[in-house]
C-alpha cells in the first residue's frame, strides 16, 4: 500500500479521536508544569501509552516518557513533542483555564503533547493490524523553554541519554499563530536560528557626580560598547548574511548623583549557520573592548544555547510529500526562516528529520493569539491534522525506506 492510499484513514482515525485528543490536551492544559517538574504531565503520557498497548520508558531526561510501537521488520523512526510549560498567568477564562496561577502553557506544548498521543494511537491501531513497516519511537520531551543547573535542556539530554540512538529519522512539529488550521509549512536546510546568551560586564571609577573627572563614568562606556554591539550586523556581518544581537537589560549606578564604576548588560545572539554563530560570538567579544582605550574594563561570559535548526533535505522532502498527500498540495507552505529557536535542532544534530509549523488560527478569530503571552490561544480543529500529519509521515518514512 502507498502512503497516499492510506492517508485518508489515517486522516480519518484521527478526526475520529479528536474528542480525545482535545480532552488530553485540556488535562494538561488545565495543570502546566515548568521544565522538568512535568511528573503530572508524563503521568498521564505514560498510563495513556500503556492503555494504547504501547512499551514504555519513564524518567527519560529526568522527566521525560519514551514510548516504542514495534511493527514490520523496517527502519525506526521518532516522533517528538515537547510537555514543559512558561512562567505566565492565564488571562483567557475559558472552562480550562490552568489551575496554577502563575504556570500557563502559553506555547501549545499542551497541545504538541496530545497530538502526538492521537499519532500513537493511530500507528497502534496500524500495527496492531499488522500495517506498520517498521518502528516508531515516541520522545515525550521534558524542558524546552529552558535549562537546567548544568545548563542543558530536555533535548540535550535526551540526546545524551541514547534516547534517539538507532533512529534513522526524527520529526516534530511546532503550533504556528501565524498560520491559519488546516495549513502547515516546512522548509528544507535551516529554518530556526541559534540562540546564545550572554553577559557583558563593564568596569570603570566611581566619583561624585560634580566631579566626573575624577572617576571613569561606566554609563558612559556602555553607550560606547551599544554602538559598537549594534553595529556588528549592519557593519561587520556580510550583508547577504542573517544574525541578530539583541540587548535585552541593562543595569548600572546606584544613585543619581554617584558616577557608575559597574554597568551590567545581557542579550542574545542568533544566527542561522555555525560559521555565522561562532563570528558575531567573536565580534561580539572585540565590540564590547572597544573601552579599553578609554581606560575601562570588560568582561563578557557567552552561555551557549541551541544550535540552528536545519531540515535534512530528504526528510523534508519525505514530509512535505505526505502532507500534500494528506491535506492537499495548497495546504503545505514554504515556511519562513525565523529568529526563534527550538532545541529540536538538537536532535536534528544528532539524527536526519525534518520540524513542521502547524497552523492553528481560525481565520473567524478577529485577531491571533500569539504564543508567549497570557491570551494565547489556538483552534482546537487542528489537533486531529497535527495528529495524522505526524502518523502520516512516520508511516511514509517507514514504507519508503524499508
Known amino acids: 500500500m502507498t502512503a497516499s492510499a492510506l492517508n485518508p484513514e489515517i486522516m480519518a482515525l484521527a478526526k475520529a479521536r479528536h474528542e480525545q485528543i482535545r480532552n488530553w490536551r485540556r488535562a494538561i492544559h488545565r495543570y502546566p508544569e515548568l521544565g522538568f517538574t512535568e511528573t503530572r504531565t508524563a503521568a498521564l503520557i505514560s498510563k495513556t501509552l500503556t492503555d494504547l498497548g504501547v512499551e514504555v ?48 502553557h502559553a506555547c501549545g506544548h499542551d497541545a504538541h503533547t496530545a497530538m502526538l498521543l492521537g499519532a500513537a494511537a493511530i500507528l497502534r491501531q496500524l500495527a496492531g493490524a499488522g500495517r506498520l513497516p517498521g518502528t516508531v519511537r515516541l520522545l515525550f520531551q521534558p524542558s524546552e523553554e529552558n535549562q537546567d543547573d548544568e545548563g542543558k535542556s530536555g533535548g540535550m539530554r535526551m540526546v545524551e541519554e541514547g534516547a534517539l540512538a538507532g533512529l534513522d529519522a526524527v520529526f516534530g512539529l511546532h ?22 546568551k550572554f553577559e557583558i560586564r563593564l568596569f570603570g571609577a566611581a566619583a561624585h557626580a560634580a566631579r566626573p573627572h ?22 561587520r556581518l556580510n550583508p547577504v548574511d542573517e544574525g541578530v544581537i539583541t540587548i535585552g537589560t541593562i543595569q548600572g549606578g546606584v544613585k543619581d548623583n554617584i558616577i557608575a564604576d559597574k554597568v551590567v548588560m545581557t ?39 541551541y544550535p540552528p535548526l536545519v531540515n535534512n533535505t530528504e526528510a523534508s522532502q519525505l514530509m512535505a510529500g505526505a502532507l500534500r498527500d494528506l491535506l492537499g ?14 532545541d529540536f535542532s538538537i536532535m536534528l544534530h544528532a539524527v536526519p528529520g525534518c520540524f513542521l509549523r502547524l497552523g492553528v488560527h481560525n481565520p473567524a478569530w478577529s485577531e491571533r493569539h500569539f ?25 511514509k518514512w517507514l514504507q519508503e525506506k524499508r
Open 267 to 305: 542579550g542574545t545572539v542568533r544566527s542561522f549557520t555555525p560559521e555565522n554563530r561562532q563570528f558575531l560570538l567573536d565580534e561580539l567579544q572585540r565590540a564590547c573592548r572597544v573601552i579599553e582605550p578609554l581606560g575601562g574594563r570588560v568582561e563578557v561570559d557567552v552561555l551557549r544555547g
Open 175 to 196: 503550533v504556528d499563530t501565524a498560520l491559519n488550521t488546516g495549513t502547515v509549512a516546512t522548509r528544507p536546510g535551516p529554518m530556526m536560528a541559534s540562540a546564545d
Open 214 to 235: 575624577q572617576g571613569l563614568d561606566t554609563i558612559a562606556l556602555a553607550a560606547h560598547v551599544i554602538q559598537a554591539v549594534h553595529q556588528i550586523v549592519s557593519r
Open 57 to 104: 520508558e519513564t524518567e527519560v531526561a529526568k522527566t521525560g516518557v519514551v514510548g516504542i510501537i514495534r511493527g514490520g521488520n523496517g527502519p525506526t523512526v521518532g516522533l517528538r513533542a515537547d510537555m514543559d510549560a512558561l512562567p505566565i498567568t492565564e488571562q483567557n477564562g475559558t472552562e480550562f483555564d490552568s489551575t496554577r496561577p502563575g504556570l500557563m
Open 329 to 342: 498540495a495548497e495546504q503545505v507552505l514554504e515556511a519562513p526562516k525565523m529568529m526563534a529557536a527550538e
Open 371 to 395: 504564543v508567549h503571552t497570557p491570551t494565547f490561544q489556538l483552534d482546537e480543529a487542528a489537533l486531529p491534522i497535527g495528529a495524522a500529519s505526524l502518523a502520516a509521515t512516520a508511516w
